[in-house]
């Protein structure tokens, strides 16, 4: 099959070429030289002047001026510069030209690449949001998804905060179970997200949110799609462009925990009010605790025999035997403090880029290193692009985008973000009066007796400072353009990535811990993926009449991915060292080796688009496409996705001529389908799997082997296919007062059908369909919202004044199950220590709460009698509502499970992002501001904060200072008491919920630019430096360490303790030359 | 125009020689893993036997699924023995706290655990049924192996579904005839599981090709215990006369006890005499940390300082202890009244506390089924008491010990690759030789045979009493031991009986067994109550060790006999609006 298609990939390359030659035409030239001046008269440097019609161009010296040859059958230039609008210029006769270009003061006519093809913002009929890149670049940040946080209306981000890690990046709510990322193109080439990517490299950003922008794309664009162009050279000189910035970012504050005395109270407090005798082993036996100099060994005193240092041993091979002395922390370890710092963050980047008649250059050298503000933890990355464009003829284009990258970072293993297995975790799952070091400089820790099971996370952090996560990628495509017979453009464009990951870590032995790995393992893994996609297009272009343009595009697509990888492991390591960490290395014990292939997937596609403008007031267009995708069987493998959208630029109408504000209006309609085929591409398949721990077994009683097994661990679906999502759209773009106001709304809905669920099979059928179930296509989900984009831009004081411009996007979803299967009304996720947080049911938005309503405290023993049957309920203790339990749904006076209800859910009313920049002389100001309004979260930290028994670890203010007691009733705490049950800590209730809206000032930017006058005398075009501060305040009533919380979709909102957004203060440098 | 014209159909060439070969281009066929015609042959059968067997353990880790784990340990400790009362859930009130609801009946059917227990036990079910589905299509299998693989894949089937029966009484019974899986829960599959053990019984050779099969005793030990379950003893009677006379271990070997009581619970004697049918634990077998070996018990080390790292639960109840408790003379327990006087235990104790333990005469096996302040715990020196005891206050003063593993075996029979030290290759016995003895003695009691029964009982007892078997301090007993044998004839059909099933508690504790014993002797409310209020301090305010959580709980006949049928598997069932599976009475 691979042979058969590169056979043809072979037959087809030379033929595409030679007739792109056959069009080849020549034509007489003639010179034309100028200069180019702003409105001021200021001459405008790096201009591109271009022959309409043809891919001549040059761009200007610094002095504005310019000189090309034309052909003669042309007779238009074409002049554009950025921030001002393009004009086109007669030229017939002329032999030399003075244009004038004025500052642009409207968007309409800027160009943006959309799906296959690129258009006038004007002529746009699709709901198409156009990212400013250069405030999306202004947010320091490795990954360009965390970047476009509130800069596009319609796209949810929340960002995931740990040095490299990305985004969830939502384009208009959730249309899927599985994924809902979108379709992320670059340069023409579909990838996974945007990590990849050096931000800096980004030229042009457009998110396509409707079907009729995005179904072009078929079966992978239900979910949006992010086209994202590069930067190319432009004709003209060689220029150098060096931007760098360093910075530190702070950690913030962490929790609000007890010191040591404190925690000494809660615990003879919490055991009075259980009854059970008060702790003696670290606090003595008196009536009030008494802190030991020791806590291990136990509660002893400075001079007591058990504490002399001579008895200290450590010895790794007799972990449980060892002697060790930790010296107590009377004060208090702030663990937070402990695993936290100010962590540097630097970014340098040096372009160069330029280009002559028949080329074109562009090259990026990038280096980014962001320090974790969690100590030794780092993100490194080395990225190096080379983008070049070669005129082989006046008609044909030959070109290359490629993108080579390095990473490195050490948190392989971290245990992941938001779970009490992290730093942060542990930061309150420790008790204070642990100290960090014992009293010979190793680690102290939980070994201390009654003092919980937490880890010590400095030594966590210190032990995986070599472990290292490297990922190479190289990205990117080549392709080749011919225009032929004016109106027809040929494109074929073969890309696709290759990436090779490798990571290794060490697990060491521990021995501070209550809980210790008396063993240590090595692990070692290789994986590599690999992706091509290769698209031909056919466009034309034409306008009849001068009232009729047609564009029209046709084109094939193939898509492949592929990929491997290999883990193995060993253990009982002789010794720790850097050096000797090798699977090589390793006892012979214990020994295992994992890998595999991924299934191949495969799509194939042919599409075509038609747009039409009649007199540049009634727009049309339609889209098809159709997809063939290996995921699916046979039976459902090909779809079908068309869309629709009709344009009215009603100011073009006479009625309207008097409107003056009004200086452009127009009005869009849309609709489409799009599809979500991202599962995985063994679902139609029944297999059998077997493994040293799913189905081996010793028959032989060996104790120490088994023999091969096998089992059912997959039932396939042969019918699954694509998720159909069916989007209408209606909104408007509107240009106001000259240009000054911009205005861009739009209001969807989105209903998804066939969606894809992961139906459990039944239990009798399998493990496969319980615990890795098959994907159907049985349910569904609504999204409705609005988008909305404002942009309004004033000059106060002349062009010598104060240039002033404002951008706010708005954003709303609202999200609605409206089936599951059969049967099924619910399905529950986010799972913890006391159940399921989150269940997502018909009629509720995905990712909802569900637990009991607390309704207050049992205030006494009456109130417990009078109150519903409730298990354990007693004074202090959580009092629920009843709600239901009869078979009408009625109350009936006991607390069951029918009494939980929906609580609330992290899917917020809308959200917004402000930017306001300035700019006065040579100075300019950015700030923008990000905002989160009616989202709510589950604060589970407090599970581990706010009740006694929820294992050892450190305890809130609140619960030793303003927990229930028979005299503060007032409390919205429970009881303080070593208990555990249904009425205090045991369940998921409404305690935890808060409300997490917030604001925040993402960016504060000054930046000063060096007169000309000053930096042209050493030759340089520009030079400007910045401050910057990043997140330097939010607000929000939210009490736990950050509300914007990164989840699963289907499982989001619930805090354990959230890696936080980081203060950053930076100064930067751009210099241009 | 030509030239239009060919630059068009060149395009479309490309198009038209990439379109004819995407039909192959889009067919992918999932890598790594086989379908099921691969497998319909001996050695594929033979491997799918592998799958059903190892599903035993109650843990899968890999091959695309993960299920199980401590919520459906094979030994069902948290079912067979937490609920009985001769353990607490242990640890600290906060860690698995699923558990406090089963152990204080307060549990719903959303619980986590059953749902797990569920999944677990079919999955079993349906790998049993994939050996016979795809023996069916394989032609390369002679006679006789059909014949024992069918037997073997019958006796696993009805060993799940027997698990099924007895936790939740009314469950779908599955063959591989099974297309459409949307079961009804209304038929009792006592029949079912009858005819699929019996089949195995009346099918399987003695002596078996590997330790871990089950051969022809088993199965029959297995067919007797399912009709014990019934209550036909005259049924189970001669069978188990049977097995008691002729049976033998799958390697040919005559049963008969072990001269050490302890010898059961040792990784090193495993698969002796009297491991009649065994769950098989290995380690360091390539497997993920441990997976095959006794993942189900990993949390019930003793907490920090002895064996295993992790979790201190599983604490034995002062009931339990108590029980163990026998006349100084006689050296016979007092089943009726063996609360009325407590052992001495250290609870409120620190470890830096003078502590003696009880000096009153004991049965030997208690210090080789509960760890406890002062007395050899294996190879681990003298348990310490409060320091390897996670939260005394919560869960008292007592660990395990009957899962645990020897000093000396450290890393050679433990995994220590994972976040807990100690997971063991120190099998779960499922059928000891001694429950065939005592069943048997059951039998004789219902059938009047007292002075056989007695016979038997002493049998159990006569191994308890051999001083070479007892916890040694040094080189004298660590406690005064006494195990004395029923001198004289029962004096009732109650007294028998009541001694018999006193001697199943006293024998497997903390085995996993005793909820089920006391549901199908049909007095777990009585039982169980006076457990809880003993345990919860209720009937005895006096009582060192208590757990007044306890005290609050009550056992509803009727009700709690069985486990609530998990939400999950009902929800499941719905079809036109009507859930096919219905809930256990009372929940």
Redesign the interface.
């Known amino acids: 099959?691979k042979q058969?298609?590169l056979k043809?990939i072979g037959?087809?390359i030379p033929?595409?070429l030679?007739?792109?030659l056959?069009?080849t035409a020549a034509f007489a030239q003639r010179p034309i030289s100028g200069k180019v001046v702003a409105a001021n008269g200021q001459p405008v440097s790096g201009a591109t002047v271009a022959v309409k019609g043809s891919n001549l161009a040059t761009s200007t010296a610094p002095d504005g001026s310019f000189a090309l040859s034309v052909p003669n059958d042309r007779s238009t230039l074409v002049v554009t510069y950025v921030g001002f609008d393009g004009i086109e210029v007669p030229i017939t006769g002329l032999s030399s030209v003075n244009i004038t270009l004025k500052e642009r003061t409207s968007s309409l006519n800027e160009v943006v690449v959309t799906g296959y093809t690129s258009q006038a913002k004007k002529d746009i009929t699709g709901s198409v949001a156009v990212v400013n890149t250069t405030d999306l670049k202004s947010i320091p940040q490795a990954n360009a998804e965390a970047q476009l946080q509130g800069r596009a209306a319609g796209v949810n981000v929340t960002i995931d905060n740990r040095p490299g890690a990305g985004a969830n990046v939502r384009i208009r709510g959730f249309a899927s179970f599985g994924d809902n990322q979108p379709l992320y193109i670059i340069d023409g080439v579909p990838t996974g997200g945007l990590g990849g990517l050096n931000p800096n490299d980004i030229e042009s950003m457009q998110v396509l949110k409707d079907a009729a922008s995005a179904s072009i794309y078929g079966a992978r664009a239900s979910n949006g799609v992010i086209v994202v162009t590069t930067k190319r050279g432009r004709q003209g000189g060689a220029k150098v462009a060096f931007n760098m910035y360093y910075g530190t970012q702070n950690p913030a504050q962490g929790f609000n925990l007890l010191n040591s005395q404190e925690m000494a109270d809660l615990t003879f407090k919490s055991?009075r009010n259980?009854?059970?005798?008060t702790?003696?082993?670290q606090y003595g036996s008196g009536a009030n605790p008494v802190l030991p100099d020791y806590i291990l060994p136990?509660?002893k005193f400075e001079g007591d025999p058990a504490v002399n240092p001579d008895l200290y041993n450590l010895d790794l091979n007799n972990i449980?035997g060892s002697y060790l002395i930790h010296r107590a922390n009377k004060v208090g370890t702030d663990w937070y403090d402990e695993i936290t710092r100010n962590a540097p963050i630097q970014n340098y980047n040096l372009a160069v880029s330029g280009g002559g008649n028949k080329s074109r250059y562009m090259m990026s050298l990038d280096y980014f290193d962001q320090q974790a503000v969690i100590i030794e933890s780092f993100f490194k990355r080395y990225t190096l692009r080379v983008n070049t464009e070669f005129n082989v003829k006046d008609n044909i284009r030959i070109g290359q985008n490629l993108q080579i990258l390095v990473s490195e970072d050490n948190s392989v293993q971290n245990n992941g973000n938001n779970g009490e297995g992290t730093e942060i975790g542990f930061a309150y799952r420790n008790q204070p009066i642990i100290p960090v070091y014992d009293i010979k400089g190793n680690f102290a820790g939980s070994?201390a007796?009654?003092l919980g099971?937490s880890g010590n996370p400095v030594a966590n952090r210190m032990r995986s400072k070599d472990n290292r996560g490297q990922n190479t990628s190289i990205f990117g495509n080549v392709y080749a353009e011919?225009d032929?017979?004016k109106h027809?453009t040929?494109r074929?464009s073969f890309g696709g990535q290759i990436n090779y990951g490798n990571y290794f870590f060490f697990?060491f032995k521990t021995y501070e811990?209550?809980?210790?790995?008396?063993?240590n393992?090595f692990t070692e893994g290789f994986n590599r993926f690999r992706s091509w996609t290769?698209t031909?297009t056919?466009a034309y272009k034409n306008t009849f009449k001068e009232k009729h343009d047609v564009q029209a595009l046709i084109g094939?697509e193939?898509i492949?991915e592929w990929g491997r990888n290999i883990e193995g492991?060993r253990?009982?390591y002789f010794i720790e060292d850097l050096n000797f960490r090798a699977l090589n290395s390793g006892g012979a014990?214990?020994?295992?080796?994992n890998g595999?292939?991924?299934?191949?997937?495969?799509?194939?596609s042919?599409f075509g688009s038609v747009n039409y403008t009649f007199n540049d007031k009634y727009l049309a267009s339609f889209t098809l496409r159709r997809d063939?995708?290996?995921r699916f069987g046979?039976n459902n493998?090909y779809g079908i996705f068309p869309s629709a959208a009709v344009g009215w630029r009603i100011s073009r109408e006479n009625f309207m001529r008097d409107v003056k504000w009004i200086t452009d209006l127009k009005l869009r309609a849309s609709w489409g389908q799009m599809g979500n085929q991202r599962i995985n591409?063994?679902n139609a398949?029944?297999?059998?799997?077997?493994?040293?721990?799913?189905?081996?077994?010793?028959?032989?009683?060996?104790?120490?082997?088994?023999?091969?097994?096998?089992?059912?661990?997959?039932v396939g679906n042969p019918d699954g296919k694509w998720e159909t999502n069916e989007t209408v759209n209606v909104g408007f773009d509107a240009t106001l007062f000259g240009g000054k106001t911009e205005v861009i709304f739009d209001w969807y809905q989105k209903k998804t059908k066939d969606l894809l669920f992961r139906l459990?099979?039944?239990?009798?059928?399998?493990?496969?369909p319980?615990?890795?179930p098959a994907f159907v296509n049985v349910a569904g989900m609504n999204n409705t919202g609005i988008d909305l984009m404002i942009t309004q831009r004033a000059l106060i004081g002349g062009t010598k004044g104060v240039n002033l411009s404002g951008t706010l996007t708005f954003t709303t979803y609202k999200n609605e199950i409206t089936e599951l299967a059969?049967?099924?009304?619910f399905f529950e996720t986010r799972?913890s220590?006391?159940?399921n947080f989150v269940r997502n049911a018909v009629g509720q938005p995905i990712s909802s709460f569900f637990g009991y309503r607390v309704i207050g405290l049992f205030a006494d023993a009456a109130d417990v009698t009078k109150s519903p049957t409730q298990?354990?309920a007693a004074p202090g203790r959580f009092k629920y509502a009843d709600i239901a339990g009869n078979p009408d749904g009625t109350p009936d006076g006991r607390i069951?499970?029918a009494d939980r209800t929906f609580l609330g859910s992290p899917n917020p009313d809308f959200s917004y992002g402000l930017q306001l920049n300035g700019a006065w002389k040579g100075f300019d100001l950015g700030v923008f501001f990000y905002g989160v309004q009616g989202k709510e979260a589950m604060n589970y930290v407090k599970w581990w904060t706010d009740?006694f028994?929820?294992?050892?670890g450190n305890k809130s203010k609140e619960l030793l200072y303003n927990s229930w007691t028979p005299t503060n009733l007032g409390a919205k705490t429970p009881i303080a008491e070593?208990?555990?049950?249904?009425s205090n800590?045991?369940a998921v209730n409404s305690y935890y919920l808060e409300d997490a809206s917030f604001f925040r000032l993402k960016n504060l930017t000054v930046g000063y630019t060096l007169p000309s006058a000053l930096t042209n005398k050493v030759k340089i075009d520009k030079a400007r430096i910045y401050f910057q501060t990043t997140n330097l305040f939010t607000i929000t009533k939210y009490t736990g360490l950050d509300p914007e919380l990164i989840g699963a979709d289907d499982a989001g909102g619930v805090d354990e303790g959230i890696y936080p957004t980081v203060k950053q203060f930076l100064f930067g440098v751009n210099i241009n030359f | 125009m030509k030239?239009?014209a060919?630059?068009?159909?060149?395009?479309a060439?490309?198009?038209v020689?990439?379109?004819?070969?995407?039909k192959?281009?889009?067919?992918?066929?999932?890598?790594?893993?086989?379908?099921?015609t691969?497998?319909a042959n001996k050695n594929?059968v033979e491997?799918?036997?592998?799958?059903?067997?190892?599903v035993?353990d109650g843990?899968?880790?890999?091959?695309?699924?993960?299920?199980g784990g401590w919520e459906s340990s094979g030994t069902n400790w948290v079912y067979g023995s937490v609920v009985a009362g001769d353990a607490h859930k242990g640890s600290?009130?906060?860690?698995q706290?699923?558990i406090?609801?089963i152990e204080t009946f307060?549990a719903?059917?959303?619980n986590?655990y059953f749902r797990i227990k569920?999944?677990l036990v079919?999955?079993g079910?349906?790998?049993s049924n994939?050996v016979l589905k795809q023996l069916a299509a394989a032609t390369d299998v002679s006679d006789a192996d059909v014949k024992r693989i069918t037997a073997e894949a019958r006796f696993l089937r009805g060993h799940y579904h027997f698990e099924a029966k007895k936790m939740w009484n009314n469950v779908?019974y599955?063959d591989e005839k099974?297309t459409d899986?949307?079961?009804k829960n209304d038929a009792d599959i006592w029949p079912l599981i009858e005819a699929d053990i019996k089949n195995a019984y009346d099918n399987l050779p003695e002596i078996m090709s590997?330790?871990?099969?089950v051969n022809k005793w088993a199965a029959g030990a297995l067919y007797a215990k399912a009709l014990m379950f019934q209550r036909k003893y005259t049924e189970a009677k001669p069978i188990l006369d049977a097995i008691y006379t002729t049976g033998k271990n799958a390697q040919g070997q005559k049963y008969a006890l072990q001269a050490k009581f302890s010898a059961n619970f040792n990784?090193e004697t495993?698969?002796s005499t009297e491991s009649v049918f065994?769950v098989?634990?290995?380690?360091?077998?390539?497997?993920?940390g441990g997976?095959?070996g006794g993942w189900g018990e990993v949390l019930n080390f003793p907490?920090?300082?002895?064996p295993g790292?992790?979790?201190g639960f599983f604490q034995p109840s002062q009931d339990l202890v108590n029980s163990y408790q026998v006349n100084a003379t006689t050296g016979l327990p007092d089943p009726a009244n063996y609360n009325s006087n407590e052992v001495k235990s250290d609870q409120?104790l620190?470890s830096a506390d003078p502590f003696t333990p009880e000096t009153g005469t004991l049965d030997a096996r208690l210090d080789w089924t509960v760890g406890r302040r002062g007395i050899p715990f294996l190879d681990w020196g003298k348990h310490p008491g409060?320091?390897w005891i996670?939260?005394q206050?919560?869960s008292g003063p007592y660990a395990a010990i009957k899962n645990t593993y020897y000093k000396s075996q450290?890393?050679?029979?433990t995994?220590?690759?994972?976040?807990?030290?100690g997971v063991t290759?120190n099998?779960y016995t499922l059928i000891r030789f001694a429950d065939v003895i005592l069943w048997l003695a059951e039998c004789e009691v219902e059938g009047s045979n007292l002075e056989k029964a007695r016979q038997l009982i002493n049998e159990v007892r006569a191994r308890a009493a051999n001083p070479a078997g007892f916890v040694l301090d040094g080189a004298v007993p660590a406690a005064n031991y006494k195990v004395g044998l029923y001198t004289t004839p029962f004096a009732s059909q109650a007294a028998a009986r009541t001694a018999v099933r006193f001697e199943r508690k006293l024998e497997f504790a903390m085995e996993g067994h005793r909820f089920f014993d006391l549901v199908r002797w049909q007095v777990a409310a009585t039982e169980i109550n006076r457990i809880l209020d003993y345990n919860g301090g209720v009937s005895n305010p006096s009582i060192i060790n208590k757990r007044?959580?306890m005290g609050?709980a009550n056992f509803t006949a009727g009700k709690h006999e069985y486990f609530p049928i998990p939400?999950?598997?009902i929800?499941?069932?719905?079809?036109g609006?009507v859930?096919n599976i219905k809930q256990n009475p009372g929940y």
Do not use: H
Not at chain 1, 686 to 712: A, E, K
Not at chain 2, 47 to 54: C, E, I, K, R
Not at chain 2, 59 to 67: T, V
Not at chain 2, 410 to 413: I, S
């Open positions: 099959m058969k298609l043809s037959r087809a033929m595409l030679f007739s792109m056959l069009c055991f259980a009854n059970q005798p702790p003696t082993t136990a509660g449980n070994r007796p009654t099971n011919v032929f017979l027809f040929a074929t697990g811990n209550s809980e210790n790995n008396t063993g393992t290769w031909n056919l094939t193939a492949e492991r253990s009982n014990s214990g020994q295992v080796a595999g292939p991924y299934t191949p997937a495969a799509l194939f042919i063939g995708s290996s046979p493998r591409p063994a398949f029944d297999q059998y799997l077997g493994g040293p721990g799913s189905s081996n077994y010793d028959l032989n009683g060996s104790s120490n082997s088994t023999i091969q097994g096998f089992q059912l661990s997959f459990a099979g039944f239990a009798y059928q399998g493990a496969g319980v615990s890795n059969e049967g099924i009304d799972g220590r006391i159940g298990d354990a069951t499970d009740f028994p929820s294992f050892q070593n208990l555990s049950n249904f800590n045991n | 030239k239009i060919f630059s068009i159909l060149s395009l060439t490309v198009g020689i990439t379109w004819s070969c995407s192959s281009f889009l067919d992918r066929k999932p890598l790594g893993g086989l379908d099921a691969t497998l594929g491997a799918l036997l592998v799958g059903a067997y190892s035993l843990f899968i880790n890999g091959g695309g699924i993960f299920l600290d009130a906060g860690d706290p699923d406090n609801p307060t719903t059917p959303t986590n569920y999944n079919y999955e079910i349906a790998r994939s779908p599955v099974v899986f949307n079961l590997a330790k871990g099969r990784a495993k698969n065994a098989q634990y290995s380690v360091n077998d390539g497997s993920n997976d095959n907490y920090t300082g002895g790292t992790c979790c409120t620190r409060f320091n996670r939260d206050a919560y450290e890393k050679v029979l995994d220590n690759t994972f976040w807990t030290a290759a099998n007044p959580y609050q939400q999950a598997a929800d499941r069932s719905v079809s609006g859930a």
